[in-house]
């Protein structure tokens, strides 16, 4: 069980007081009470992670406790090369979440951003096209399973009280 999370929708996830917190706080429950990780990679995405740097924090201290794969950065950029050299669109602006899809093999990907959808879910980009699934609101919770573990992200499991008392961001964000 693992996400790749948009950045556009990060403080969706980890803020509380975030208006789009409803539809989106079941993926950090799933992620700190559960058997889900966060899936990223390549330079794009890391940019656009220090760009919303408060996030930063977060995702190191998942990381940490095992909750983040970190996926080859050389091999996200190129995939992410050939998938813009694909398609020329102007509301195709996130190949880089192609790219780390169909690199890892990740099954789930969580985004509010509706334009990019068609093209995230286009077959067209992925190995036997295993197209993701998109969690967008709470309506998709029920994507929050075993069943969508990706091979990169196993074993998985729940953290314990001990190492969720133990990051401290949770008192703030959770």
């Known amino acids: 069980m693992c996400i790749l999370i948009d950045t556009n929708c990060l403080s969706c996830v980890f803020e509380k007081r975030n208006s789009d917190h409803a539809n989106f706080g079941p993926v950090f429950n799933w992620i700190f009470y559960g058997k889900g990780k966060i899936v990223y990679g390549g330079t794009t995405y890391k940019q656009e992670l220090e760009a919303a740097n408060r996030f930063l924090k977060i995702l190191m201290e998942f990381h940490k406790v095992n909750k983040v794969v970190v996926i080859d950065k050389a091999a996200v950029d190129k995939k992410e090369n050939e998938i813009k050299a694909m398609v020329s669109h102007r509301n195709f602006d996130d190949p880089h979440i192609v790219a780390i899809i169909a690199v890892s093999g990740v099954k789930l990907v969580c985004t509010n951003e509706k334009r990019s959808i ?46 969720r008392n133990q990051l401290g961001f949770y008192k703030c964000n959770g």
């Not at 993701?132 to 953290?159: F, I, Q, R, T, W």
């Open 118 to 163: 068609p093209f995230l879910t286009k077959t067209l980009f992925y190995t036997r096209g295993k197209k993701p699934k998109v969690y967008s609101s709470k309506s998709n919770a029920d994507l929050l399973c075993d069943s969508n573990v990706a091979e990169c992200c196993k074993p998985s499991s729940p953290l314990n009280k001990k190492t």
